[in-house]
């Protein structure tokens, strides 16, 4: 089960919130706050207030539809800072001209999800294996026999003209 919490509308660049986002992602929720609570970045302090949001979803759903969710198994799934609208200003130039420049912002998303457990990933691999109990990469392999008479069978480039008449270079 996937939960998602979004903050819309952050007057900071998109660039910027993925420089945050980045560290975060595939991390656990716990060590997700510690990170954030040592990022000089002025975003982390949003970015761990939507992070306790949608911790606080999990909880919320996992009570209300009687799911069984445990905290502290889920991961930061995915983190992902979209372009949002843009407000276009003017800084006054010399000679009477204007220049114009641009302010950013910033539709962040953050999805939790439970970390799968070892015996799901180990339930993966005997999904993965043939009847014969021989994994498929194994099965795919050619025997070294085939690979000798391979490099055997390329051909010699032709030769040049000047190699075949005998005529000096």
């Known amino acids: 089960m996937e939960f998602t919490a979004t903050a819309r509308f ?11 986002l980045d560290l975060i992602k595939g991390q656990r929720v716990s060590d997700a706050f510690s990170t954030l609570a040592f990022t000089k970045k002025r975003i982390a302090g949003p ?3 939507l992070l306790r949001s949608a911790v ?4 919320y759903l996992s009570q209300e539809k009687g799911l069984d969710v445990d905290v502290d ?3 930061v ?13 003017i800084r006054p130039a010399p000679m009477g001209r204007a220049f114009r420049y641009v302010r950013r912002m910033a539709h962040i998303v953050i999805v939790l999800g439970e970390r799968t457990s070892k015996s799901a990933q180990l339930k993966g691999e005997v ?6 109990g021989a994994s498929k990469a194994a099965t795919g392999a050619k ?20 190699e075949k008449t005998g005529a000096a270079r």
């Open 10 to 20: 952050q007057r900071v660049s998109p660039q910027k919130a993925r420089l945050v």
């Open 47 to 49: 970015v761990e207030k």
């Open 56 to 59: 606080d979803n999990a909880n």
């Open 73 to 75: 198994d889920l991961v």
């Open 77 to 89: 799934r995915s983190a992902v800072a979209g372009d949002g609208p843009r407000l276009k200003r």
């Open 127 to 132: 999904k993965g294996e043939v009847k014969g």
């Open 143 to 162: 025997p070294a026999k085939v690979k000798a008479a391979a490099a055997k069978s390329k051909k010699k480039p032709a030769a040049r003209n000047w």
